[in-house]
Nanobody
Framework: QVHLVESGGGLVQAGGSLRLSCAASGRKFSSGAMTWFRQVPGKEREFVAAIGWSTGDAFYADSLKGRFTISRDNTKNTMYLQMNSLRPDDAAVYYC???????????????????WGQGTQVTVSS
């Protein structure tokens, strides 16, 4: 099992930026996928972005392309989400999820992921 810890959430004005981090620990891994989801109370969890752990291939929700950038640092076992031009409707709890294995299996489905962080709140004021 992998332990995931998110950080970097907070309050930002509309148009501002935040950088979220997700640090993974608990086992060694060289391939798999890490993903960001977000959730607003009363709504389903929404796919944000995913990255192949060994290849670094990035995938985004169509609506977020161009504003959000996902990256990872394998040496630190950490994934990042750079969020720019934030809007009030970006406000949510952001979760990181991971599925490590023999290949980079990237999915936008939350039920495909084995390990989850506790979430970090992002609030965007208008």
């Amino acid at each position: 099992q992998v332990h995931l810890v998110e950080s970097g959430g907070g309050l930002v004005q509309a148009g501002g930026s935040l950088r979220l981090s997700c640090a993974a620990s608990g086992r060694k891994f060289s391939s798999g996928a890490m993903t960001w989801f977000r959730q607003v109370p009363g709504k389903e969890r929404e796919f944000v972005a995913a990255i192949g752990w060994s290849t670094g291939d990035a995938f985004y929700a169509d609506s977020l392309k161009g504003r959000f950038t996902i990256s990872r640092d394998n040496t630190k076992n950490t994934m990042y989400l750079q969020m720019n031009s934030l809007r009030p409707d970006d406000a949510a709890v952001y979760y990181c999820a991971a599925k490590f294995g023999e290949v980079d299996y990237v999915s936008h489905r939350d039920d495909e992921y084995d390990d989850w962080g506790q979430g970090t709140q992002v609030t965007v004021s208008s």
